[in-house]
C-alpha cells in the first residue's frame, strides 16, 4: 500500500486573490517578512499495489481530474503504508 | 426546435432554464439527467447554473466526467447548439469544450445582481437577435466567475472573434479582458457567467436574455429550412 500526497496549487502566471488577501492580513499583523501567500490544495491517496505503474497512474488522475492544468501546477510525494 | 436541460446533483438553474424555453419561447425541452447516454433526439443542450456536485475539487471538475458529458461532446461536435451558463461555463471549460477557466471572483465574494453586458460580436447563433456593440441588462450570481485564459489563447479568442460578451461598465470579477462570455472556434459552443434566463420576462425584472434563445432557435429554424 502508498499513500500519495499531492500538492496543488494554482500556476505562478494566475493571481491568488486568497493568497495575496491572506498576505495582507499577515501585514497587518506585523509579519512584514512574508513576501508571498499562495493557496492551495492537499490531496492524500491511499493506492492499492497493483500491475500498472503508480507513478503512470498517479499523472494520469492528476491531469485528468485531481488538477486544471490551464491554471493548477501539482507535485506529490509517495510514502510506503505498512498493510493491515 | 427541442432543446435538453442537462441536470447534474446541485444544478440549480434548471428551472429556470426549462420555463424559459417552453413558456418564453413556446419550445420543447426536456430535462435530462447527468447518467443519461443518449441525446441524439435533441436539437440543442443547455448546461444550466447551479454547484454541480458541491463544486468539489473544482467547479465543473467532476461533473465533466458524467456519462452525459461524453454525449454534450458528441453534439457539439455535431454542430448542434450548447450553451453552458454559469456552472454550465465551468462544466464546458473542464470538459475543453471552451478554452481558458472561470477563477474564484478577484474581490473573493459570491456576486448576485444585474450587469450591462456589451455583445461584443452579433454574429454568433446564440446572438444574431442582438445589435453589435447593444448593452443588455443580465443577472450574474457567482463566486468563481473570473474568465482566464494564456496570452496565446486569448490572443485566438480574439482574432476568431470568439469573445461574445464584455462586462459593459463595471467588471464584477476581474475576468481578463473583461470577458463574460465566449464560443468556441466552430461558434456553436457558448459559455457565460451571466443569466439569460434570468432575463426571459419583464415580470422576473428583465427580458433581455429572450433574444439568446431567440437566436438559437432563428438559426435552427434558418438551417433546417435550408436544407429541407
Known sequence: ?84 | MKFAVIVFPGSNCDLDMYHAIKDELGEEVEYVWHDETDLSGFDGVLLPGGFSYGDYLRCGAISRFSNVMSEVVKAAEAGKPVLGVCNGFQVLTEAGLLPGALLRNKNLKFMCRTVGLKVENNETQFTSDYAKDEVIQIPIAHGEGNYYCDEETLANLKANNQIVFTYASENPNGSIEDIAGIVNERGNVLGMMPHPERAANDIMGGSDGLALFKSIVKHWRESHVNQA
Not at chain 1, 61 to 75: A, G, Q, S
Request: proline residues 1%; negative net charge; charged residues 35%.
Open chain 1, 1 to 84: 500500500m502508498k499513500k500519495v500526497k499531492v500538492y496543488v496549487t494554482l500556476r505562478e502566471s494566475v493571481l491568488d486573490p486568497q493568497g495575496s488577501a491572506v498576505m495582507g492580513a499577515l501585514h497587518s499583523m506585523n509579519y512584514n517578512e512574508v513576501t508571498d501567500v499562495r493557496i492551495g490544495k492537499f490531496l492524500e491517496l491511499q493506492i492499492e499495489e497493483a500491475d500498472r505503474d503508480l507513478d503512470t497512474i498517479v499523472k494520469e488522475m492528476c491531469e485528468k481530474l485531481l488538477t486544471n492544468t490551464v491554471i493548477e501546477d501539482y507535485r506529490y510525494e509517495v510514502e510506503e503504508v505498512a498493510s493491515k
